[in-house]
């Protein structure tokens, strides 16, 4: 089966830090995209960080700039979202979406446009993880 599952979501208190996976099974992720997208209760879906399938370009949202590091580890599979410093916010479940062969050039639009339309631009979504920052 082909999938993407995210994990390493929590209650995590302001300003701590926490790291979140998004592990394929079915496919090798060494040939796609990856982005991180968040979704508030009654927002969009947004984007939060995305890298290219060469791992040579890497989009950060401005909101999340300096605090989150995007990572991929082929040998597992597996890409990551480390976040520091993290800001109260809301419970939003943070997703990961995987799109083949995505270019350098093509990873800021990924991230700003690869929910839209309900995501269809994407060629698999995980069904999230949730990550409240609360005291």
Not at 24 to 46: C, D, M, V
Not at 48 to 54: E, G, T
């Amino acid at each position: 089966q082909l999938q993407l599952v995210e994990s390493g979501g929590g209650l995590v208190q302001p300003g701590g830090s926490l790291r979140l996976s998004c592990a394929a099974s079915g496919f090798s992720l060494n040939n796609y995209g990856i982005g991180w997208f968040r979704q508030a209760p009654g927002k969009e879906r947004e984007g939060v960080s995305c890298i290219s399938s060469s791992d040579g370009s890497i989009y950060y949202a401005e909101s999340v700039k300096g605090r989150f590091t995007i990572s991929r580890d082929n040998a597992k599979n597996t890409v990551y979202l480390q976040m520091n410093s993290l800001n109260p916010e809301k419970p939003a479940i943070y997703y990961c979406g995987a799109d083949g062969d995505l270019e350098d050039t093509a990873v800021q639009d990924m991230c700003v446009h690869g929910a839209a339309a309900g995501g269809h631009a994407m060629d698999y979504w995980g069904k999230g993880t949730l990550l409240t920052v609360s005291s």
